[in-house]
């Protein structure tokens, strides 16, 4: 094992930060004499390639819920959680094809705006509201905290007394350039990241396979580790299969075929359609087809993402098995072990990291898990303030606000929306497997507003009063599925299901409550309704010969694992 981190480990880490923030910096700067517009500072001035688009796709993407929390549902769960990122593959191109053809036409901004035109300001605001408050309160939050308890497992002792200090420094870091520069300076940095994080988390996965074994071969490494759990590489779970380390049975959350045709369509289609900061560097592409390009870029990078954020996680598992092939918390390294005595999955990357990278690739996958953390802090900051200044400020406050006002006050609401995350971040505590956790609990809001949007792009005849009572009426829908594994299982109205099964159940009730409203309301075409064109889905060669080669792919690896 090695521990140390080395005088070499902080040279390398220091060299990334100065080379991303002076890049950063660089594109941040305004030309002589020119003043920041709105669709400058927010959209980059709609300029971004193809390759910076799906660079950066891919960038704010993978964060510390990834990089730490799918390598801890790795640990706990196997390869099947890997299905979150080969399906968001083939998300992508149905993003890529359906949506953003819309999206480009409309000229939106932000993904509310979209919700004004669709619907009504009413509805817009009550999201937008939403919104900020997600970005805030769990993602933000989420981000910093995990990273902060990841680098204070690695350079610090592991007993989280620089978290605080880490959380800052990452916090400002990511600020540092977002801040001044905007989606441009997010963009931009987001492909040197993206670089860095591919590579050092494949870096990670190569030191950890030559360690598993005393052969200090990686393809022995793999091997082995295939065969000392070869159920643990199974991609379709079967209730019972798997049962995690702190005995949880995994199907509760991969409910085996609906990883492919149930509630994982609900949370991807989500969480790439209509997440602002996910969606804003497509707004911001030169065109739409060079957006579509970026998003089949994104996909194929997506495939690979499973090798360097979830087998990590596996290897940190087999690591620990004792004599027998099983885990135990005799067996697991006391750095596994939580306050309260649990097993704490979430530890397997920070672990990996510290005792088994030598000195020098060390700082380069600090910097790579840095890149990832600060990557997305930057996207989430920047959305955030886009949504707060185009919805909120100028919809409502200042609707004569000028570039310069808006450019100034996105800039406040970054800061102020930092400074909030960064207080509660500390207070999270131990989240086990925070990636589940985030799913799960993004799971009980996310159903009904993706029922909005599809019902608003594709049911001309949606009205702005069904839409609002979906949005509402989820929210218990949801609830009746969530409230039954709490104590109230034995009352014979409630159903205790998968939260997956959960998603696509609320999704599906919430679509039929728009359905009836507006078709109780005239059943005529809404005024706002979207007019669908075959012209309008028209895709470039480019885009078909690799959206073929992408579900080739996928269908490979699910037949190979299934």
């Not at 999704?507 to 409550?513: K, L, R, S, V, Y």
Request: a neutral charge; aromatic letters at 12%.
């Amino acid at each position: 094992m090695n521990n140390d981190f080395s005088s070499i480990d902080i040279v390398v880490f220091a060299s990334y930060a100065l080379i991303i923030l002076s890049v950063g910096l660089w594109v941040s700067r305004n030309k002589k004499g020119e003043t920041k517009s709105a669709e400058d500072y927010f959209l980059a001035s709609k300029s971004l390639p193809w390759w910076a688009i799906g660079a950066s796709l891919i960038a704010a993407n993978i964060s510390a819920e990834q990089f730490i929390g799918m390598s801890g549902s790795g640990f706990a769960l196997g390869l099947a959680i890997a299905s979150y990122e080969w399906m968001a593959a083939i998300t992508l191109l149905v993003v890529g094809k359906y949506f953003l053809p819309i999206f480009i036409e409309k000229k939106l901004y932000t993904i509310p705006e979209f919700i004004e035109k669709r619907y009504s300001t009413n509805l817009k605001t009550i999201l937008a509201v939403f919104w900020i408050a997600l970005f805030i309160f769990v993602n933000l939050t989420t981000v910093l905290y995990l990273g902060g308890k990841a680098l204070d497992t690695i350079i610090g002792s592991g007993d989280g007394s620089i978290i605080f200090v880490c959380i800052i420094c990452l916090g400002f870091f990511a600020a540092a350039y977002s801040l001044w520069g905007g989606l441009a300076a997010v963009a931009w940095t987001d492909v040197i990241q993206v670089i860095l994080l591919i590579f050092g988390g494949l870096m990670m996965t190569y030191f950890a396979l030559v360690n598993v074994t005393d052969s200090g071969n990686f393809i022995e490494g793999l091997k082995f580790i295939y065969n000392e759990i070869p159920e643990r590489f199974t991609m379709i779970l079967s209730k019972g299969e798997i049962i995690t380390p702190n005995g949880r049975d995994a199907w509760n959350d991969l409910p085996g075929i609906a990883v492919l045709i149930g509630g994982m369509w609900v949370a991807n289609l989500y969480y790439w359609g209509f997440n602002q900061y996910i969606i804003q560097r497509t707004l911001a592409s030169k065109s739409l087809e060079e957006g579509q390009k970026g998003i089949a870029f994104a996909a194929f990078l997506k495939l690979i993402i499973p090798i360097i954020v979830v087998l990590p996680g596996m290897i940190a598992y087999v690591m620990n098995l004792d004599g027998s092939g099983i885990l135990t918390k005799e067996s697991v390294d006391i750095g596994f072990i939580g306050s309260n005595g649990n097993i704490v999955n979430d530890n397997a990357a920070p672990w990996l990291i510290k005792n088994f990278i030598p000195v020098g690739i060390k700082g380069l996958i600090l910097a790579a898990l840095s890149a990832a953390i600060v990557s997305s802090l930057a996207s989430m900051l920047n959305s955030t303030s886009t949504i707060f200044t185009m919805d909120i400020y100028k919809s409502l406050i200042n609707k004569k606000a000028d570039d310069k006002t808006m450019v100034k006050v996105g800039r406040l609401s970054v800061l102020v929306s930092l400074i909030i995350a960064m207080v509660i971040a500390p207070q999270l505590g131990n989240l086990g497997q925070v990636f589940q956790f985030i799913q799960e609990y993004t799971g009980v809001v996310s159903p009904g507003i993706l029922a909005v949007f599809l019902m608003g792009l594709f049911y001309k005849k949606a009205t702005n009063n069904a839409a609002i009572w979906g949005v509402i009426l989820s929210i218990p829908i949801a609830m009746f599925f969530k409230v039954a594994p709490n104590g109230w299982s034995t009352l014979p109205i409630f159903v205790n299901i998968p939260f997956m099964h959960q998603m696509m159940a609320t999704c599906i009730g919430t679509m039929i409550i728009i359905y009836f409203i507006s078709y109780i309301e005239g059943n005529e075409d809404d005024p706002k309704g979207i007019i669908i064109t075959n012209k309008l889905f028209r895709t470039s060669t480019q885009f078909n010969l690799s959206a073929i080669s992408i579900l080739l792919i996928t269908a490979f690896l699910y037949a190979f694992f299934w």
